[in-house]
């Protein structure tokens, strides 16, 4: 049953890893993808400064053209000019060659602009041609790495799977198949029992089913969720030292009126209690065995406060919890009741707890004691 659960928990971690490693290999293309397609971006970019580079061209040598033309045209009119009748005549031609000339000059414009664009195309092609060049090489080096992780991974990969294999062939087949379905639809198969909760779907358990886990005995699933459950290591380690669960004491009031002390001998009585009363200026004193509960001796009663008038009873003593009415103690008799005596019996386990927790602190009894001379 126990071999089962760890066989389980290491299956389960085989197939998280083989789950993180699937992604991290389909990832890789993706990223290679990504810089691919930045890549065909820059090479667009490239095109474009190019083929405006080559329109320019193409443009120039249609205004040289042009140009060429419109000076044949002028000087063919200055030819014809040469032999007009008329003053009109000659008006016309001239005002035929004014504008040829004025066509150039535009057309002259236009070639200077496409000079001085000239210049910033060519550096548009060249920053282009730069940059590809770097992603070029950087996607070479990505499509490495990418080649390297790859094989690593896959290699990672058949090792986990044939870990996981082994370990299948380990676990009985029912829970196996239960494991694998609840894996399927959860993510995990088997989740661990804290605080009487399933750690996976945070549910509590019914006191049932977390005995059931706790004993070991058989496989238990959580009912709300049915993963496979098993009891946390931190928690087995509490079921072994319940000290750990001690509650915390409530310390008794120096000057309150009344005071409890355990004595580990007393005359000859052994262990007892002590209890001591201020009441009217005067202290008293009654002495309880502490398993029959019996009243030993008579109630003493001394002048002043218990502090200084039994001084030699509380030297050495355990300061216990307890505050009943001076009427209920006459009313005990001479037998301290059952649960007096189990209030007090609880009360000093957790004393003598804190205690050994604390070696180096002195028995609270004597470092209550004002003026308390050593004896
Ligand atoms: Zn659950």
Known sequence: MLSDIENL??????????RRLQEEIA????????IEQKLAGTKAQLEKAQA???ADEAARKKHDATITDLRGKISKYRDQSLDVKTNEQYKALLHEIQFAEKEISEIEDKILEIMVNADARSAEVKAAQAELKEETAEIEREKE???QRTAEDEKLLAEWRGKRDQLRGGIDEDLLRHYERVSKFRGTGIAEVREQKCMGCQVMLRPQTYNDVRSGEKMVYCDSCQRVLYLSPAEEKIEEKPTVHRPRRHHPKIDAPQAWYYRPEFDAAGEVYLCFTNSGGRASRRVYEIHTGRLI???LIREGDFRHAFP???????RLNGDWDEEELDA???EAPMVVLD?????LELARHEMSARPASKPEAQAVVPGQAAS
């Open 145 to 147: 790495q990418a080649r």
């Open 297 to 299: 001796g008579d109630i």
């Open 9 to 18: 928990l290491k299956l389960q971690e085989a197939d998280k890893e083989i």
């Open 312 to 318: 030699e009873d509380i030297t050495g003593s355990i």
């Open 332 to 334: 005990w008799g001479t």
């Open 27 to 34: 990832e890789l293309p993706k990223r290679v993808a990504a």
């Open 52 to 54: 405006a580079i080559k």
């Open 343 to 347: 209030a007090l019996w609880a009360d």
